[in-house]
């Protein structure tokens, strides 16, 4: 007997589901789930530090769209998009291991990242229990569109929060194909994002188109031979557009860098510091022991990377628990003007308030310290942090270049600290930072794309686990990792380029 779906017409979608066909309505189910996984463990495994097999990116989607569409019931259908991102959220907070274990314990804080995950997939599992009858009420027409759209804007309207800031884009698990992202210099990067996404989707669409061919029974309404052609068209065209002019543009800024300055990272260790979190009573005998050894830990350091060449010296965030203006910091003055180096140092000054500021400075090799300092802008809400600071982007004309700052998660946010720095002519970007082991594979991406949008080198130092420096190409300079939970002392020392400055994306903060 003929299933009735085998006589339903192109244009006219019906409300029952797609029979047994070739195989039974359970073995599809269970097809369809394992297909869905199959999408969520690749999402999972191509980000770094899990797999990095980031060119999965480019496939990912595609067992999630075909049981949606072709092996899972309409009911089900969102379920296969919610597990699909529950492998990418996952992902993601796993690399807050250290937090989440910090409140709640080893297994207390396996439970929070999978719980979290869980809730995060929600709204993916609502879209898609909308998507696939709206995709078949337009005969696919939007397809292609559709979970772009949705996850673009999702990027664009959270992208600012202050928990986790912009970590999850999309776009970002291309960082180690820097010249496959360079358009967002011109677009912003959620542009990617949603290029990604399409283009899984139009490979998705070939495949619906071959499986309806050999069983067509597994087609609640069949796909147009119109909508498949120009589905492809835009989908793959456009990819072939976006990676031709990446190319070009990589070539132009590469023909265009400035002068090549040495740089180093200082990245201290655990050993010679407070406790994240916490901040020691100064002008105790054990505190003031504690003040030399870091300080002879920083000189030490800043010697090396001068012997290696360094012309520009970073160290971490809040590395100086004090206010550095005053007699107690008037050694990094010194260091600079004995070195002939230009250093870049975050402090904390004490205050009687918990907010605050955390500032970072610049010091001359002449010793003069630069003024005003820099303030950070965005406050770490998952680790306390609470001040009210000026939103003030100075940048400072120093012999590495024009020089701006920023701290930390302030590199989380492209139409922040990293554009109206270079939008105020810094053509070198020092950023002290504080993370934990476990993001230590997560955060050097942010910088990549920040370069990529600004066409600046960032010089980025940690305290303990996971400093980096990106070239104004996107190109990964140097980098460490360090996976031990204590962390470790780190000196990079490398070669990076001023400028060249002048993207599109500096000037219009992005069109995406």
Request: proline residues 7%; hydrophobic residues 45%; neutral net charge.
């Amino acid at each position: 007997m003929t299933p009735p779906e085998a006589t339903t017409t192109a244009t006219t979608p019906v409300a029952n589901e797609a029979p047994s066909g070739p195989v039974t309505s359970r073995k599809r189910t269970l097809l369809g789930l394992v297909l869905s996984a199959l999408s969520g463990l690749m999402l999972f495994v191509m980000c770094d530090g899990h797999g990095s097999l980031w060119p999965l990116v480019i496939v990912a989607f595609v067992p999630m769209y075909v049981a949606q569409y072709r092996l899972l019931s309409r009911r089900m259908s969102g379920l296969a998009v919610g597990i699909a991102f529950f492998g990418y959220w996952l992902s993601l907070f796993t690399y807050s291991g250290s937090l989440a274990t910090y409140v709640g314990g080893p297994v207390g804080g396996a439970l929070i990242i999978l719980v979290v995950s869980i809730i995060f997939s929600i709204p993916m599992w609502i879209f898609g229990i909308f998507e696939r009858p709206f995709a078949e009420r337009t005969r696919y027409k939007w397809l292609i569109v559709q979970l772009p759209l949705f996850w673009v804007a999702l990027e664009t309207v959270f992208g600012s929060n202050l928990l986790f800031g912009d970590n999850y884009w999309l776009a970002y698990r291309l960082a180690p194909a820097p010249s496959l992202a360079q358009p967002v210099s011109i677009l912003s990067t959620p542009a990617l994002s949603f290029l990604l996404i399409m283009f899984n989707a139009g490979v998705a669409l070939l495949i619906f188109k071959w499986i309806d061919r050999r069983w067509s029974g597994l087609a609640t309404v069949a796909i147009p031979a119109r909508t498949v052609k120009w589905s492809s068209i835009i989908a793959f065209g456009v990819t072939i557009v976006w990676i031709g002019s990446s190319l070009a543009i990589y070539w132009q800024v590469n023909s265009q860098l400035g002068p090549q300055v040495r740089v180093a990272a200082a990245q201290t260790g655990n050993e010679n510091r407070s406790p994240m979190g916490e901040r020691a009573e100064q002008g105790t005998p054990g505190e003031i022991a504690r003040n030399q050894r870091l300080r002879t830990q920083l000189e030490r350091m800043t010697r090396s990377a001068v012997t290696q060449g360094a012309q520009l010296v970073v160290w971490p965030e809040e590395i100086l628990e004090y206010d550095v203006t005053t007699q107690e910091g008037h050694w990094v003055g010194e260091l600079a003007k004995s070195t002939n180096t230009t250093i870049v140092a975050g402090y904390k000054p004490l205050s009687p308030s918990e907010a605050s500021p955390n500032m970072a400075a610049a010091w001359l090799p002449s010793g003069e310290i630069l003024t005003p300092p820099y303030y950070k802008i965005h406050p770490v809400v998952l680790e306390g942090e609470k001040f009210k600071t000026p939103h003030l982007f100075p940048t400072y004309e120093t012999p590495v270049g024009q020089l701006g700052l920023l701290i930390c998660f302030d590199h989380d946010f492209p139409n922040s600290s990293a554009r109206l720095d270079t939008l105020g002519g810094a053509d070198i970007l020092a950023v002290p930072a504080i993370d934990f082991a476990s993001i230590r594979d997560l955060r050097w991406q942010t910088l990549t794309f920040r370069a990529i949008e600004n066409r600046v080198p960032l010089i980025k130092a940690d305290v303990a686990w996971d400093s980096a420096i990106v070239n104004a190409n996107g190109d990964l300079a140097k980098r460490v990792a360090i996976a031990d939970v204590d962390g470790a002392e780190a000196l990079l020392v490398t070669d990076v380029n001023r400028g060249p400055r002048n993207s599109i994306f500096t000037v219009t903060g992005g069109y995406a």
